[in-house]
């Protein structure tokens, strides 16, 4: 096809892990590199370095063992980033990752192309927070700039009183203040970008979270036509403006005034895990497609489909749901703890 | 789920490296034991043994370090399998492969079953040869009793006349003639079975071969309501018959006298690669939940699929199947040889 034939993949939890699967579909390798020891990425791949993201040796034999450079989550240190893409070409983008990485610059590169989101203020100090209260109105959140998710590095404001503890909450960490966004639900785009500019996205996901965290993403979405091209024009704009290779996720909040964009994730995203039964093509083998130089695939739905995340002890459900038609996906993860993403199933809807 | 957390796969070739893939859904590692080095199981295997199926240390070790044990092919040793068995399960079952190691007990074990097969005979020299040809007739085919495939060890007698060449292109192996059955088309079943006794049976695929290799595999098959039936019967009662545990590939030849079987294959089979993106679980899966003794997942076709094989220097397609919206499957095979088995692409069938 080409010379691509082995996948580096920084990070070695689920994603990484089916991202690995996805690879072995197009006959190529992958190389996870992950600090922690036996990461579920690693029973799938043909290599594991397990090393931290300050071992320069250890970054630099792991480039030069692959032909290309991805990534399964956000937050890898930019030193490391520095090192490895003098070696071998990182996909999707620096451009991409520093936007998303810090939630300030992606609220501003997205209001830069003409796009909707929550209003927003940078805080610095218990002065920034205080004015930017009083012009967003309350309520609203504070969240840390960098390194938040899930719902962790965040507090909620529901009157001028909350805010020094909410400050005291970020502890130090520049911060950024949300207005609160009356939406009547949340939609994500998985969309996909190929080395020459083509672009593929997945039909909209409708969320539901609980606790901040993902529960359940069911295709189709509540949209309407004008609602579901908007979102694909939407992630297309983003998707061009960074001149971006590979997966993306975008959150989208669906209100009277249009849609507003929430969040920007530059990887293969949760809430496109229903594509691994709902389409021939699914998100994780776009992305390696993308990334290895390959066309991109097939990404239209053949099936409707509900999937509904296995969190802590929703383990405990795994025989009865064995029993029934469901199509299960588990992590590999040895320890069940609270709020840990330990697998997810997909319920494909029967045509009737 | 249960206590099986690592699956043992001897052979590592394509099968295994899908059954591998399938085995991580379920949160499950694999290890591989293959004499080849480099083998495709290996790329998403977590462990792979390098060693002869005579090296008892390496299967001792092998065995230990697994909970159960399945396998790719069938022709393993026998003394291999004793001491595997002496230390951990093997799934399906010795018997399944006794009787499908050896085309004269695959035949008479059809027979007391009540199942209808091409007529056939014993060949142990040039007399039984002239017997059987006289009993049996021309056109007929001489094929080794062990250790065919795709086409091998075969030889066409057109005319006695033929008989002597025939004879020697077996080598002196025990062989077994077989006539001519007229069929309008052939269609596999592969069939599943928990250790509980259940049965899942995936819908009937219409195999088209070349040289003696599969082409391609389209479903669903042409067959009437009736005949569907009876596959799903044929394949229950040899289920059934042999305790069998995991997924079995039958042939089935289509004549106006009814399904005639040609042939069992203890394992999955490269006339089931269509259930990779025609079901919600495909055969790989359904085979690793049997062995592992979870309950069979759900089977059933969402799409219509034709599975066509890539082999040799179909490899050459590539580029171009990558444009389609074919899903790609690839076994990472280094070397393109003629014959070999690359991968194969699904053509999934879009409703209109």
Redesign the interface.
Known sequence: ?NNVKTIGILGGGQLG?ML??AA??????THIFEPSANPPA?????VVTTASYDDEGALKAFAASVDVITFEFENIPTSALDLLESVRPIHPPRAALATSQDRLTEKNFLQDLGLQTAPFADVQNADDLAQAIETIGTPAILKTRQMGYDGKGQARIMSPADADTALADMAGASSILEGFVTFSHEVSVIGARSADGAISCFDPGENVHVNGILRTTTVPAKLTPSQRTDAVLIAARILNALDYVGVMGLELFVTPQGLIVNEIAPRVHNSGHWTQ?GC??DQFEQHI?AVAG??L??G?R??DVTMENLIGDDMDK??EL????????????TDVKAGRKM?HV?H?K??A
Chains 1, 2 share one sequence.
């Open positions: 096809m892990r690995s699967v072995s579909r197009l006959g190529l390798k690693g029973h799938v791949a043909d039964n021939a093509i497609r390959w066309p695939g097939d239209s053949h099936s795994l025989p064995a029993k029934t038609d469901a199509a299960i996906h588990l992590y590999g993860k697998g997909n494909v029967k045509s």
